[in-house]
Antibody
Framework: EVQLVESGGGLVQPGGSLRLSCAASGFTFSSYWMHWVRQAPGKGLVWVSRINSDGSSTSYADSVKGRFTISRDNAKNTLYLQMNSLRAEDTAVYYC???????????????????WGQGTLVTVSS | DIQLTQSPSFLSASVGDRVTITCRAS??????LAWYQQKPGKAPKLLIY???TLQSGVPSRFSGSGSGTEFTLTISSLQPEDFATYYC?????????FGPGTKVDIK
């Protein structure tokens, strides 16, 4: 069974930093691209960042580019999100997510959707 | 970036009702669309992928259709456990955009 457990959330002042972790189990972590998605209180889902299976390629939403860094340690089955220069608008539940895949008749694969952890709350406030 | 819109934003329905939610993309995304259900305080749950394929374990009252820019999620007979917020997500580009959500409430 796929399990993703986030940790590291909490209250931080504007301008501060926080590092989120996501411990993965129940699957071969090193084979999957991983993502962070956030949800501000009472709002919708917003994709934040993604990293490929070996950590060599990353991408970010414009709203966090230059402030957040996604990384992974495949030996520890753990995904990270380093968040710097935090702003009030970064307040949200942060979800770690794993890609799911499906295959066509040619054996080519596509992303089906995301499998999610339970989330960790980050509150940026003075 | 590809933008997604959903309609309606909110709908009030009764148990047993047939419910349809629409998701529109700002440009063609073929069938690279997923639907999720989210209940308060919980993580989203994948319902449908590739626009119309039911995720394993999801009840058959849920169905999806569409391709290109217009997609629908249908619940054929609404059950008490289906009252939740539903999101679409495009998987055509690396922005992995989500729609703004449709909240299904009890009439």
């Amino acid at each position: 069974e796929v399990q993703l457990v986030e940790s590291g959330g909490g209250l931080v002042q504007p301008g501060g930093s926080l590092r989120l972790s996501c411990a993965a189990s129940g699957f071969t972590f090193s084979s999957y691209w991983m993502h962070w998605v956030r949800q501000a209180p009472g709002k919708g889902l917003v994709w934040v960042s993604r990293i490929n299976s070996d950590g060599s390629s990353t991408s970010y939403a414009d709203s966090v580019k230059g402030r957040f860094t996604i990384s992974r340690d495949n030996a520890k089955n753990t995904l990270y999100l380093q968040m710097n220069s935090l702003r009030a608008e970064d307040t949200a539940v942060y979800y770690c997510a794993r890609e799911g895949y499906y295959y066509d008749s040619s054996g080519y694969y596509y992303v089906s959707g995301f499998y999610w952890g339970q989330g960790t709350l980050v509150t940026v406030s003075s | 970036d590809i933008q997604l819109t959903q309609s309606p934003s909110f709908l009030s329905a009764s148990v047993g009702d047939r419910v349809t939610i629409t998701c529109r993309a700002s440009q063609g995304i073929s069938s690279y669309l997923a639907w999720y259900q989210q209940k308060p305080g919980k993580a989203p749950k994948l319902l449908i992928y590739a626009a119309s394929t039911l995720q394993s374990g999801v009840p058959s009252r849920f169905s999806g259709s569409g391709s290109g820019t217009e997609f629908t999620l249908t619940i054929s007979s609404l059950q008490p456990e289906d009252f939740a917020t539903y999101y679409c997500q495009q998987l055509n580009s690396y922005s992995f955009t989500f729609g703004p959500g449709t909240k299904v409430d009890i009439k």
